[in-house]
C-alpha cells in the first residue's frame, strides 16, 4: 500500500501556472507508475499525465502537452505537476495517483482544487 499526499492547488487567473506536489509513502517500490489525474464538476475523471518510475517515461492527454510538466524526484517519492497557461475549463479537483502500469492508480492521494478564474 502506497499513501499520497497532493497539494499546490489553488486560484489563478486564465494564463497562470501553478505547481502542485504528491508526496508517497509507504511501500512505494511496488509503485511502477504515478499519475495525475481531474475531475470537473459534473464530469468523470481523467488522466492528465503519468510517468514510469523506472523509465522516466512521460504521457499527457493531448490538451495540456506543451503546457503541463510532470516529473519525479531521485528519490521516487515526490511527484509534481508544473502547470502552466492555465484555462478556465481546467478548473477540476487534480489527484495523484500511483500503481502499475499503464493504469498508474491503485492508489489516491486526497486531492488538491484547482481554480483558473478571471
Known amino acids: 500500500q502506497v499513501q499520497l499526499v497532493d497539494s499546490g492547488g489553488g486560484s489563478v487567473q486564465p494564463g497562470g501556472s501553478l505547481n502542485l506536489s504528491c508526496v508517497a509513502s509507504g511501500n512505494i517500490y511496488s509503485t511502477y507508475c504515478m499519475g495525475w489525474f481531474r475531475q470537473a464538476p459534473e464530469k468523470e475523471r481523467e488522466g492528465v499525465a503519468s510517468?514510469?518510475?523506472?523509465?522516466?517515461?512521460?504521457f499527457y492527454r493531448n490538451s495540456v502537452k506543451g503546457r503541463f510538466t510532470i516529473s519525479l524526484d531521485d528519490a521516487k517519492t515526490t511527484l509534481y505537476l508544473q502547470l502552466d497557461n492555465l484555462k478556465p475549463e481546467e478548473t477540476a479537483m487534480y489527484y495523484c495517483?500511483?500503481?502499475?502500469?499503464?493504469?498508474?492508480?491503485?492508489?489516491w492521494g486526497q486531492g488538491t482544487t484547482v481554480t483558473v478564474s478571471s
Open positions: 495517483a500511483a500503481g502499475d502500469i499503464p493504469a498508474c492508480n491503485t492508489n
Open positions: 510517468i514510469y518510475t523506472q523509465s522516466g517515461r512521460t
